[in-house]
């Protein structure tokens, strides 16, 4: 099952989950509020996602939720720049932009420190730069995060 609140998004997710994935449901509602029962689910896959949720501790808390104890969260994301950084400015700078004109999308979340604060434990997350927008490099994350 997976979750997609853009029409035209969840259109085309549907057509690649006919191709590919034995036809899987795609529901057009947000990570925020995913219609399915607490623990139901052995695993949560979320790619270059929770950069474009509206509440990235609300869809965190939900995707706990629905896990099972010892089930995980798999992510790949990217997210902001190291603290002081002029990276981390220019992102924030941007965002307001980015949010409005790129489907939610947030270039500055501090996701590792939101899968804690959610209560995810343990966390692993391999951190590592790739090629960005006019020259730039872009910190993303990628591993996994489980219910106790
Ligand atoms: C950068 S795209 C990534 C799409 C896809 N996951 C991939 O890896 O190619 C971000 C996606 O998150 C979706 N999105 C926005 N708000 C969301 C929410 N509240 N819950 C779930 N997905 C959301 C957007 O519609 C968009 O399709």
Do not use: N
């Not at 979750?3 to 690649?16: C, G, K, Q």
């Not at 994935?21 to 929770?50: K, M, N, W, Y």
């Not at 089930?71 to 700078?93: F, K, M, N, S």
Request: hydrophobic fraction near 45%; proline fraction near 6%.
């Amino acid at each position: 099952m997976c979750v997609e609140p853009d029409r035209h998004r969840a259109a085309l997710l549907r057509r690649a989950a006919r191709e590919r994935f034995r036809d899987a449901a795609v529901l057009r509602c947000g990570a925020e509020a995913i219609p399915v029962p607490d623990g139901s689910a052995d695993a949560v896959l979320s790619t270059l996602a929770l950069c474009s949720v509206r509440d990235q501790h609300r869809a965190l808390l939900e995707v706990r939720r629905v896990l099972r104890p010892g089930g995980v969260l798999r992510l790949l994301e990217h997210v902001a720049a190291p603290r002081g950084t002029w990276t981390r400015l220019a992102q924030h700078v941007v965002a307001p932009c980015s949010v409005l004109l790129d489907h939610g999308c947030h270039p500055a979340r501090d996701t590792e420190a939101a899968l804690l604060g959610a209560g995810f434990v343990p966390v692993e997350l391999e951190r590592f730069r790739l090629p960005g927008a006019l020259g730039t490099w872009v910190d993303h994350v990628a591993g996994e995060a489980e219910v106790a």
